[in-house]
């Protein structure tokens, strides 16, 4: 029985080595691709219609929460190459599965919004400081407005920042840490903050202690938590001289970037 055990770890250690040493040699060959990319100077010519093409790249802010509650921002760099539709991620840092679900997502509506023709490769690269596990769908709304701007050819504004997550219809959705991520765009020296509709007022729980008598000279301390809202567009302005904007859509977002 020992030895059936002792196997069995054998194996599973072995397939584990193999997974691994799978994953970084593919870490390696898709960094060394990027470079090779990057460091490219000639023109591509596309077979099937004659027409030649620089690759395009454009590179984007993005704000995230870290596992300590502090905003951080990065940035995404996506960049487009003579290919057959592909989507690749290069995925140092590690990144999880709901981020590539929500760059596919972006790269459907950001064709839906460019006069694409289907012969283009697009790779994407995420940097977020010292981060060793990117996760989220909170730079959908980043994602879609890097691959329009280089879809269409267009530079980017320097001066905005925006979070939140993209659906398929272009809509704008919720999410989580806009009080951190806005104090990390502000010390970023970033002029706007673009945030999903209806979440410029931020609902938090104050606790409050009450004393209450019962008798005989004693008290008994009741405690409870009561709702607040504070408006960040008022305070980010004050404080920290950011402008946050709501926008629902990426169609109000754009203008801001391109």
């Known amino acids: ?25 593919l870490d390696y060959k898709i960094d060394c691709l990027s470079k090779e990319i990057s460091n490219q100077k000639i023109i591509y010519a596309i077979n099937t219609n004659k027409k030649l093409y620089y690759p395009i790249e454009r590179i984007i802010p993005i704000v995230a929460v870290s596992s300590r509650g502090k ?18 991620i290069n995925t140092n840092p590690f990144l999880e599965t709901d981020i590539q679900y929500s760059v596919n997502k972006a790269v459907t509506v950001a064709k839906l919004k460019s006069n694409y023709t ?36 267009k530079t980017l504004k320097k001066d905005a920042v925006i979070t939140g997550t993209i659906n398929v ?8 840490g806009i009080i951190e991520k806005a104090k990390a765009v502000a010390d970023a020296n970033y002029k706007y903050f673009l945030v999903p509709k209806g979440q410029s007022n931020i609902t938090y729980y104050e606790r409050v202690i009450t ?16 709702p ?22 990426i169609d109000e977002a754009l203008p801001y970037f391109i």
């Open 228 to 249: 607040k809202t504070i408006d960040l567009k008022e305070i980010a302005k004050k404080e920290w001289g950011l402008e946050i904007i709501e926008v629902s859509t």
């Open 169 to 176: 219809d272009g809509s704008i959705g919720r999410v989580g």
């Open 118 to 153: 289907f012969d283009r490769d697009f790779l994407f690269d995420f940097k977020a400081g010292n981060a060793e596990l990117v996760g989220g769908e909170s730079a959908g709304a980043a994602i879609t407005i890097a691959t329009i701007a280089a879809l269409q050819n």
């Open 1 to 25: 029985m020992k030895k059936i055990v002792y196997l069995a770890l054998t194996v599973l250690f072995l397939l584990s080595f193999y997974n691994l040493h799978n994953i970084h040699l």
């Open 71 to 88: 905003g951080v921002v990065g940035n995404l760099t996506v960049k487009l190459i003579p290919g057959n539709n592909q989507v690749l």
């Open 211 to 226: 004393k209450e008598p019962v008798g005989f000279g004693f008290e008994i301390l009741n405690t409870r938590y009561v």
